[in-house]
């Protein structure tokens, strides 16, 4: 894993922005198998959180985070701002996540 920072806010305590470097993104596609679309349902009819679905939720932002610090490494970032995370479904049992931010570089103050 790289040590590029993401961050939601504007800038990052003790360091300077000295370059904008573009907009970079993450993304994880994200299926539900039969088993766990079962599980889930019972859930919902009696209440409760469904662990198997937020397990792939929190995978799938795993993999958009490595994703998003990849890409601004490779345009020499230490840092990414204004990160923000985008959840849409994509058809029955498919879920995309999105990460999107500015890739910078930053100075210490």
Excluded: H, P
């Excluded at 907009?23 to 019972?42: L, Q």
């Excluded at 995370?85 to 999105?98: A, S």
């Amino acid at each position: 894993m790289t040590d590029v920072t993401v961050t939601t806010t504007d800038g990052l305590d003790g360091r300077a922005v000295t370059e904008y470097l573009g907009v970079v993104s993450g993304e994880a596609i994200m299926g539900a198998n039969v088993v766990s679309d079962i599980a889930a349902g019972i859930r919902d009819v009696v209440g409760g959180r469904s662990d198997s679905y937020e397990k792939k939720v929190e995978k799938g932002r795993t993999e958009a985070l490595a994703d998003i610090r990849m890409e601004a490494e490779e345009l020499g970032a230490d840092a990414v701002v204004g990160a923000t995370f985008d959840y849409e479904e994509m058809g029955e049992g498919m879920l995309w996540i999105n990460l999107s931010g500015t890739a910078v570089r930053t100075r210490r103050q």
